[in-house]
């Protein structure tokens, strides 16, 4: 068996200089997505501005043996490079939705420190020797065979580059640590981006109201946001407020509640959301949480969970839980189509009703 490719790094330098002396092919009969729009070119930079790793490229190196020139034609790629190599030419600005440091920046515009960093960043590049058209798209075709399917959100990572997404992804990244702490998704979950699709729901809730935890809706909020998601800077804010009291209220015990699954994390979420802020639209009760009411705040999220728990086991038992009219309304909501609006609406409710029992 006969290796057909062997990899190496080669430096933004290196592929602006083999542009300059045109031996660099950014064959179009291999490009396979559409040309970028500007928020994707600005995404793409900053990644590199933070250091952070891309996918590899894919290049045919053929060495004319009379003139001993080599031309190196990526075959998968294109659109990046040829966004860093626009960007070196003050093709486009980096957005401030991406980086608040360098935003609104040509490359001429950046500290010098900042460019020469630029130009030492490194692609990993797969040379494929010595092969035809034809075997590059078989090349093509065995990786994708082992690329699994991707998720809604992978899909919406890879399709929006905007305000919607960058806010969404800026807070997952800040909430890791929760997140794994208190065990709200797993490991191989996150690596799915299961956590960036619960924010985006959130922070929907947030701005919005409480909407019904669906594809269609999420996949709305990141194209009707891309632009320009009114005030980011403050859901941000608030959105991390609301975390910390969440983390103030129950301390190390989270991941030990029915509170740690989504389908009553989110409730909570809004609940003392709409308890410090307001959440728009909820028709609940409110009032200020202080730090002299977390200890009680902490009783009361027991109780429930205690209540889910013994009615869960009454119908183990084929027997109906002992609930009155709105526990029961509240356990059917949570035991039911909880991504409806209507029965996360119900879940919110009660806990802005129970919370207020205690903060009066």
Sequence with gaps: MQQRFNSRNYSIRDFAEWGERGELVLSPKFQRRDV?????????MDTIIRGKPIPKVYM?????SRTRRATREVVDGQQRLRTVLN???DGFKISRAHNDDYGDSYFSGLPEDVQADILKYEFVVDLLQDMPDSEIYDVFARINTYTATLK??????ARWFGDFKSC???LANDLLSFIEKNQIFTSKQVLRMAEAEFISDLLLAMHEGIR????????????DYDDRFSNRKRHEKRFKETIDLIGRIVGDDLPTMKFRATRLFYPLFCAIYHMQFRLPKLKAPRRTIKTSNLAKLKTTLEQIDNLINEAVDAEKRHENPDLNAEERKFYEAYDEHWVHA?????????????????LR
Excluded at 60 to 64: L, S
Excluded at 152 to 157: A, I, K, T
Excluded at 342 to 358: D, G, H, P, S, W
């Design 36 to 44: 970028w729009n500007a928020k994707a070119r600005s995404y793409l």
């Design 60 to 64: 045919r190196v053929d060495i004319n």
């Design 87 to 89: 960007f070196l030419k």
């Design 152 to 157: 809604p959100q992978e899909l919406r990572n």
């Design 168 to 170: 969404v992804y800026a």
């Design 212 to 223: 019904a935890g669906s594809k269609p809706v999420i996949d709305k909020a990141y194209a």
């Design 342 to 358: 209507a029965n996360r609406t119900v879940l919110t409710q009660y806990l802005c009703k129970e919370f207020i029992k205690v």
